[in-house]
């Protein structure tokens, strides 16, 4: 029968004979000193150590540290006690089981041969999970490309205008090895730039003129990439390897279509902070004018106010010469006191009308004075408005 097994027996001549309880599945060398056991376990050869703690002269637990600092070969202690505070050594200085002397006829072969089973499992697996990982970069290196993207689309949205969105472009531009031209174009403002934060006439001229070409203009080992509002122009295209050129066309179109939502959210930001100027200076110019009218408002009222007072009390006077009994008399007065009656009323109703007026346009100015408008006081000055529509 060929042996399945290959051991190295670490002991010397006494009375465990532990080589007499090994059957013929295991091939077994007896080795007595540590010199002999490091050279004989160096070629990778042997799957087992089989120690015995009865020899006095081979300092077992000493040679057992030695192998597990530079191996991960099974070692297993045989003793004659059989007693805790051995089997505890053992376990401290890396043995892998323990056996008794009782153990050597009925147990040996069974352990022995379930430990380098063990060891060949862990082995098998220790290569399955160096393949994974060996997998595992080749992949993360392919996908580098996608965590470049990613990080450039969250740091893109804390750009706040198009320099610091170009910059950071061109940043991530950096990590494909591109030298590069950028050309963003919003609704307010057109930026030109290298990646030093400056502009080169000759390429802001190319850009302008290719931004309606197509997504990708390609002349030479230079392509323009077109997305929108952005145009990008690439110097060094790596075109003698086909599957990098593509890659990178495809990478940084995707890019290009980050940079363009930021200027769209920008511009629209900058079209919300000009609404809102607008609404504030019309605003203050309605105040301005409010006052002004204000002014002629009260002067109307008073002088219409003295012109009724004015009749009535002639109107008084004139009565004893014009022939009316007394009721007649009294029934002119009364017509002429609620006359007057009337027109207090309405100069007091429209100077409550001028106030909540005044009272609004204060509050919408008050509202628009500060850059972070409260969305609670927007809603309710809303409802107020449709309320009163």
């Not at 599945?25 to 007896?30: M, N, R, V």
């Not at 060996?134 to 750009?159: H, K, P, R, W």
């Not at 309405?346 to 972070?372: C, M, P, Q, V, Y």
């Amino acid at each position: 029968m060929v042996a399945s097994y290959s051991i190295v027996i670490l002991g010397c001549d006494n009375d465990l004979q532990l080589a007499e309880h090994l059957d013929q599945s295991f091939k077994a060398l007896l080795i007595n000193d540590e010199a002999q056991c490091m050279q004989a376990l160096s070629d990778n050869s042997y799957q087992l150590v089989l120690a015995d703690m009865t020899c006095p002269s081979i300092p077992v637990f000493e040679i057992c540290r030695k192998i597990k600092a530079h191996s991960d070969i099974p070692v297993i202690f045989v003793s004659s006690k059989d007693c805790n505070d051995e089997r505890l050594a053992a376990y401290s200085c890396g043995a892998d089981d323990y056996l008794g002397v009782d153990d050597l006829i009925t147990e040996l072969h069974g352990r022995l041969e379930r430990i380098i089973i063990n060891k060949i499992a862990n082995d098998q697996l220790k290569l399955q999970l160096a393949q994974a990982n060996e997998m595992a970069f080749i992949a993360m290196s392919g996908t580098s490309d996608l965590g470049v993207n990613i990080q450039f689309l969250l740091d893109a949205n804390e750009c706040n205008n198009l320099d610091e969105l170009g910059m950071r472009l061109f940043q991530a531009l950096k990590s494909y090895g591109l030298s590069c031209s950028l050309q963003l174009r919003s609704q307010f403002s057109e930026k030109n730039m290298e990646a030093n934060g400056m502009a080169k006439s000759l390429e802001s001229k190319l850009l302008s003129e290719m931004k309606d070409q197509g997504r990708y203009v390609d002349f030479s080992h230079r392509s323009v990439i077109n997305y929108e509002s952005v145009s990008l122009l690439v110097k060094n295209m790596p075109i003698e390897d086909e599957k990098k050129y593509g890659a990178i066309k495809d990478n940084v179109f995707s890019l290009l279509q980050g940079a363009n939502a930021r200027i769209q959210a920008l511009d629209t930001l900058e079209n919300l902070a000009l609404e809102k100027n607008l609404v504030r200076s019309l605003t203050l110019k309605m105040k301005d004018l409010m006052s002004s009218i204000d002014d002629s408002y009260q002067e109307v009222m008073k002088d219409i106010a003295n012109v009724v007072e004015d009749m009535a009390d002639k109107i008084e006077a004139s009565m004893h010469f014009l022939g009316m009994d007394e009721a007649q008399e009294k029934s002119l007065q009364d017509t002429i006191e609620g006359g007057i009656l009337s027109t207090n009323n309405i100069f007091s109703e429209g100077l409550r009308l001028d106030k909540n007026l005044h009272e609004f346009l204060i509050h919408i100015d008050n509202l628009f004075k500060t850059d972070a408008i409260n969305p609670s006081q927007l809603k309710k000055i809303i409802g107020s408005l449709d309320k009163q529509g």
